[in-house]
């Protein structure tokens, strides 16, 4: 997913969070890329914590002060860059990659703090996804509908991939995919709701596919995120690639 940032949206139940925790999880197992989650909830990515870099809880100024730590790494990697006469980061490279997940982004962009912080968060947020993709900053989020009072435009527009889980009416779906796909025939209306993880995703430039989100029990979860905390912390994968993710702490 380097280079990528993906949008996961879709009604309650819809599989958002299985399809995020998929993509942690993987980005756990790695031993180049570092960990930064947002779960204003708390359970739906809490239980890889202890394999985190950082975690933020239902903290608006937490949230705000690590996406400021995230803004200044991307910055002096794109100064390091810069310097070298490069324009973005390759396979081992000086640098890894740090993925950024945020489970449920209305916690932050529309319900905690107040309309300030809200805003903030969502320009901190908005920064990142465009420009973190060449320097190795993957942005992952998930949300029920994006829509404008949520997720402002210039914001939602910035994610080039989308996953719609199953959705309420197909006005929903195209919030999700991108205006015109439902008149196009995709839509993620027509999906079972009993099918949770089933949605459409659609790459960059792209047609939308009918996929199947894997799904984790918690069981999956904690195990995974076990071993994932035990190789980072005993260097069994090791890796010589600096973050600056750290430093910035």
Not at 46 to 66: E, Y
Request: charge should be positive; charged fraction near 20%.
């Amino acid at each position: 997913m380097i280079y990528r940032n993906i949008l996961i949206g879709g009604e309650p139940g819809a599989g958002k969070s299985s399809l995020l925790n998929t993509i942690v999880g993987h980005a756990a197992l790695c031993p180049d890329v570092r960990l930064c989650l947002l779960d204003g909830k708390q359970v739906e990515l809490g239980l890889w914590k202890d394999a985190a870099d950082v975690f933020v809880g239902p903290d608006m100024d937490h949230a705000i002060r690590t996406l400021r730590r995230v803004q200044t790494v991307m910055d002096t990697r794109y100064s390091f860059l810069l310097s070298q006469r490069r324009r973005k980061i390759g396979p081992n490279d000086l640098f890894g990659q740090i993925l950024v997940a945020c489970d449920e982004i209305a916690y932050f962009s529309a319900t905690a703090g107040d309309k300030k912080t809200q805003e903030l968060f969502a320009a901190l947020l908005r920064d990142i996804v465009a420009r973190g993709r060449a320097v190795g900053i993957i942005v992952a989020a998930a949300t029920q509908r994006p829509s404008s009072d949520i997720i402002p435009p210039s914001l939602r527009d910035l994610f080039a991939w989308r996953f719609a889980g199953r959705c309420t009416n197909d006005v929903s779906s195209d919030i999700v995919l991108g205006h015109g796909w439902y008149a196009r025939g995709f839509s993620s209306n027509s999906i079972d709701p009993n099918n949770q993880g089933e949605g459409y995703l659609i790459a960059e430039g792209g047609i939308p596919n009918r996929v199947k989100a894997a799904y984790m029990t918690d069981a999956d979860i904690i195990r995974v995120a076990d071993y994932a905390t035990w190789t980072r912390r005993t260097g069994t994968l090791t890796t010589n690639q600096p973050t600056g993710f750290k430093a910035a702490a």
